[in-house]
């Protein structure tokens, strides 16, 4: 699983896709609300940006989209797919060029001044959109166009991206009367409250608890361990002791290493806590309240639950009833496999005759212990074959082989930072696309990977090329020196490179149904499907060479890293699918009183949940869900998108070529990687494999029993 690599939300995509381009603009004046100019029907203009602008271009933009779509409301013709879904498609052109080089900005570079006008500009941005939504005027058309959508001879794409566009207003409320709109907008606004204030209060439980650490207490710990902690506790101006942070990224390393016991279950007590301390900081009532106006707001939309309204005509799964099934599917292997696990790790700690029954606080350590004893796999040993730029080429290698792709460096367009390097892509001599590669840590900079789409593909009223880009944290070595990473990293920069490759083989007509633009439990199959073609011999051999040598890594130790694949799987699912499981428990309790703790503690035991290990998430502290909206009734999702992508690995491996098979690869292409939002994906993965998705591939690739 990957739940740090996120597709990087994109501003763009729904922000700007509402904004008209008929109101008359001094463009003049600011450089960011002019069309993109130079080769390739126009680039980025990053060299003629200032966040001074910034505000001015958002609000006229918004203006002119609000300008375009009254046109649209008001016009006296009949609605017909043209003058209404059309004209939509073609309007906020300026606000998604305008969106994008914002987003570039607070993702990449920002600085106090551009989170100055991201604090100003989110709240008036999320009012437009509202503004648009409910627009009863432009909502009959949209609705008129809808409902003769299968009689107006509309092709199958104009009339998904019809449905799409109605399910979008319908989803936000078009349909209800004007008193019950009202009570949506509130119901809306308290949420937005409260998930501000369950925010505030993990956060000050993650920055109020803060264990320092003397020299007598770091046993067990690597070099590098102590190092963070050292850094740590000097930025709390306690210099020449340590600290744990009540952070995941602090919290883990102490826990897989320290051999103080007492000290884990202290660590890892007070981080499992977080938000549920019954103190001020407490989130209980909190969940409790958002849970109840999140059924209000479903039952006004018609939906019996909130997992119902989140759901339907908005993911693969349709209803929370098939992403449980597959939850339940994969439940009893993974909990099987943590007893195995604690079994091992048990006979480790009575050899070594520590007297200890396995707790929640020593899984990872004893974990630890089982993988030195049985995969002998220093990852150390590994890295001198991973040169970032040699693992470039090979993804590109790979992606000629898929796709027909080729790679061509670009000098003469700008780039927002010296370090960012842009591609044309070229499908023999076609151009297909530009690629822009940001691989290195910078302050302003946010963690983790993602790609991010910078224009959309389509062919609607003329062709338009698309832009993406894939942005990473590596740290950037002296001039000269190679950029080594670790075997993880090579894997992400595969999936986030998969994303693009959505991106750039897209072959649309709407702008709106390109690429990555499809549900969220369906957009991360592409790219962990192209993380499989890391650990081929056709790559490895060729771009997994020794930055001194040249000489390509040992199969041997190819050989151990495929052993050790499976490793402390059980864990990893188990404390995932918990999460999981209990976020599409909450949201299918309907108008309940429910009381957090209580709830999850039940729901738990009827579930067999094992007692050496928590969800990862616990209730109180869950951010994906309680933050905001987004992954809400969702976090099933990371699975139900793994087990299509492995499903389709295995349909890779079962042919004559294997994952270099050409017609399996014209297939991926066809029916997956060109499609888009175009088509239902249930339906395309069905055109792909012949059948639906099957779970098996999943419990093998974990090393899971299989019934
Ligand atoms: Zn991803």
């Known amino acids: 699983m990957r739940r740090r690599t996120f597709l990087a939300a994109s501003a763009a995509t729904t922000a700007a896709s509402l904004l008209p381009q008929a109101a008359a603009l001094a463009e003049g004046a600011n450089p960011l609300l002019a069309p993109w100019t130079g080769p390739y029907g126009g680039v980025p203009p990053f060299d003629k940006v200032r966040v001074a602008d910034f505000a001015a271009a958002a609000e006229a933009a918004m203006a002119q989209e609000l300008a375009e779509v009254d046109a649209i409301a008001a ?116 949420l937005a409250a409260y998930f501000t204030i369950f925010n505030q209060n993990l956060l000050a439980d993650e920055t109020d608890y803060v264990l320092y650490l003397k020299e007598a207490d770091l046993a067990g710990l690597p070099a590098d361990v102590r190092g963070a902690a050292a850094e740590v506790a000097k930025s709390k101006g306690r210099a ?17 290493y320290s051999d103080r016991r007492d000290l884990r279950e202290q660590v890892w007590k007070t981080f499992y806590n977080r938000g549920d301390n019954g103190d001020k900081h407490d989130n209980n009532a909190v969940i409790q309240k958002i849970l109840k106006l999140r059924a209000q707001r479903a039952a006004l939309l018609g939906f019996p639950t909130h997992a119902h309204w989140r759901l339907a005509n908005n993911s693969m799964a349709g209803t929370p009833e098939a992403a449980m099934a597959l939850m339940m599917r994969v439940w009893p292997s993974a909990i099987a496999r943590v007893h195995e696990e604690v079994a091992e790790m048990q006979a ?17 350590y004893y974990a630890e212990k089982v993988r030195t004893a049985r995969y002998a796999l220093d990852m150390n040993e590994v890295k001198p074959y991973l040169q970032m730029h040699k693992l470039r080429e090979g993804m590109h290698w790979a992606a000629g082989q898929l796709y027909g792709f080729s790679f061509h460096p670009v000098t003469d367009v700008p780039v927002q930072h010296p370090d960012v390097t842009v591609w044309e892509v070229r499908r023999g001599p076609e151009h297909v696309g530009l690629w822009y590669f940001d691989p290195y840590a910078r302050a302003g900079k946010r963690s983790g990977a993602w790609m991010q789409a910078y224009r959309n593909q389509q062919t609607y009223k003329g062709k ?33 490179f998969g994303h693009a490759l959505h991106g750039l ?12 633009q499809v549900f969220r439990d369906y957009v991360e199959f592409p790219s962990q499907v192209n993380e499989a073609w890391l650990p081929t011999h056709e790559v490895l051999s060729r771009f997994a060479v020794h930055y001194k040598t040249g000489k390509p890594i040992p199969q041997a130790l190819v050989d151990k890293i495929a052993k050790a694949h499976t490793f402390r799987q059980g864990f990893d699912v188990t404390e995932y699918l918990a999460s999981a499981l209990i976020d599409m428990k909450l949201h299918l309790a309907g108008d309940a009183d429910i009381d957090p703790d209580a709830f999850e503690r039940d729901e738990l035991a009827k579930l067999g949940m094992p007692s050496e290990l928590p969800m990862r998430h616990r209730t109180p502290q869950f951010q994906h869900i309680f933050a905001s909206d987004s992954y809400s009734a969702g976090y099933y999702s990371y699975l139900w998108a793994e087990v299509i992508a492995l499903d389709a690995v295995e349909a890779f491996k079962q042919a004559p070529g294997g994952l270099y098979d050409k017609a399996m690869a014209r297939k991926l292409h066809d029916d997956i990687m060109s499609v888009g939002n175009t088509i239902d994906p249930a339906v395309a993965y069905r055109n792909f494999r012949g059948r639906d998705p099957d779970v098996g591939a999943y419990l093998r690739d974990k090393g899971f029993p299989v019934a």
Do not use: C
């Open 240 to 256: 020449g002791e340590w600290a744990v942070l009540n952070t995941r990224s602090s919290v883990d390393p102490f826990l897989t």
């Open 464 to 496: 338009v090329t698309t832009i993406v880009s894939n942005n990473a944290n590596f740290v950037k070595p002296a001039p000269g020196d190679p950029v080594l990473i670790s075997w993880d990293d090579a894997e992400t920069m595969f999936h986030e």
């Open 75 to 190: 016009n006296p013709a009949p609605p017909t797919f043209e003058n209404t879904i059309g004209a939509l498609e073609q309007s906020g052109k300026t606000g998604d060029r305008v969106a994008t080089i914002y987003s570039i900005w607070s993702g990449t570079l920002s600085t106090p001044e551009v989170r100055e006008a991201d604090k100003a500009l989110r709240p008036k941005y999320a009012f437009h959109q509202d503004k648009i939504l409910q627009n009863a005027k432009l909502f009959q058309r949209v609705d008129a166009v809808y409902q003769a959508r299968e009689t107006s001879g509309l092709s199958p794409e104009a009339q998904r991206l019809t449905m799409i566009r109605w399910n979008n207003f319908v989803r936000n409320g078009a349909r209800l009367d004007a008193d019950a709109k009202k009570q949506l907008a509130a119901i809306n606004f308290q």
């Open 348 to 364: 480790i700690a009575d050899k070594e005759g520590a007297g200890v029954k396995i707790a929640p606080w020593d899984y990872r």
């Open 505 to 516: 083989n897209s072959a649309v007509t709407y702008p709106s149904l390109a690429g990555t």
